[in-house]
């Protein structure tokens, strides 16, 4: 590569001047607009909260409903001006940083569940049930916009906004503003043309630095503005060590519960087999060997061996096929997830109610953990909770497998006082899956499950209720 002279080099120098003056005026105006849009966007929440009050106090009869109706009416429409200012104001905010900076910062919004009707006349609203198609619609948006991540960090950007603008962007601007505005004053305040004009000189010196300094670190200060707004608005863009190292923490975990749970079945099974259906096929062996000898000596008896090898292998075979319903029942292997869980309401001692609700079915191995987590809680129901009905719903919303298991008894569980809520958590963690409970004394007691699931076939949607 040949070198450059001297001269070429102050020539360069020279022409990226006015680059560098035209970028950092440029900086100024946007610092300006962003900084304006944020407290804009701030302000407009209070004046539809005041000029709300107003017209609710001033033409709407307020006095019938008194303060309270005022301040609702107020508050209402407060929280639905904050919602759409944090909306716009992310929106504006990720289109400032594509077109400024050249980088696409994702809004990637849930879709909100979509209200479906069950066979009681309910409205599932991805989140609870409602009588009212009105209300369900409210409760939905509310529980949607409160669970949406990026819905919550729109309304986080739209509260730190003013603050990152006034931290980042005022100070550089008053330092321009400021300084233009002293070297001004200088030149036409101070005595420049007497004979000790050194004092004006000076002011005007210091007001021409503080300005330069001003307009040249505005375009770091807007650049350092926007690298937060798209900190907050795409955290996943810069995954922190200690998210990643959290993450693996947890996968090692589930990963070693997943291995000792299949470990602690192999288990079962080998002991399963050796003291129940080995044990019998042996003594069939040996009963069929004395069978042998006695058919001609003796053959009344060696009719009535032959009658209980008979009923041994009956037994060995019942075992055998209780075994392999323990290791996946042949019900959720052909007719899947739904009528399992049938199969075991109607072995159940409870009355149990199973609603289901599934657009497709689930993969095998979360059918396989959704089934024998529903067989422990529904024993554990039967076992302890004296509860005298118990209710099961299965629904897939929004990815998610969600399972619902109620029933009346005296309530009081607690994941702590036993291993069976903790082995159901180890379960569904292998599928990153959530168990929460809410057990009040007295009861009623709801366990409910949650995985991340994609389905693969056809719909199911139907209930059974076992009086």
Known sequence: MAATTPLEDMKAAGRAVPARLRDSVLAV????????????SVVVPFLVVFFTGIVVDQYLDAPASGPVGVLLAAAVTGVVAAYWCSRRSAGWTRAQIRRWCGIRVRAEYSPMPPLERDERGHWWTGFSYHRRHGVARVARFVHWSVRDAATRRDAIWWLLNPWSATFFLVPPVLMLGGGVVFAFAAVVDGDLGSSRPLSSVISLLLGVLVAVVGLLITPYALRAHLDVAARVLEPGRRASNTQLKRRVEELTLTRADALGSQAAELR???RDL????????????????TIEHLMETDQAA??????????SSAKALQELRDLVRGIHPPVLAERGLGDAVRSLALDSPLPTEVTVCLPERPEPPVEAAVYFCISELLANAAKHSGARQVWVDILHRAGLLRVTVTDDGCGGAQPGRGSGLRGIERRLGTFDGTLSLSSPPGGPTTITMELPCALSSQRISTSFDKG
Do not use: K, P, Y
């Not at 050796?274 to 060997?289: E, K, N, P, S, Y």
């Not at 009535?304 to 009923?311: G, H, I, M, N, T």
């Open 268 to 270: 079962r099974i080998e």
């Open 302 to 311: 060696a009719r009535e061996l032959l009658s209980e090898a008979r009923q």
């Open 274 to 289: 050796h003291d129940g259906a080995q044990a019998r096929l042996v003594a069939i062996g040996m009963t069929l060997g």
């Open 29 to 40: 105006g946007r610092s300006l607009v962003v900084a304006a849009g944020a407290g804009f």
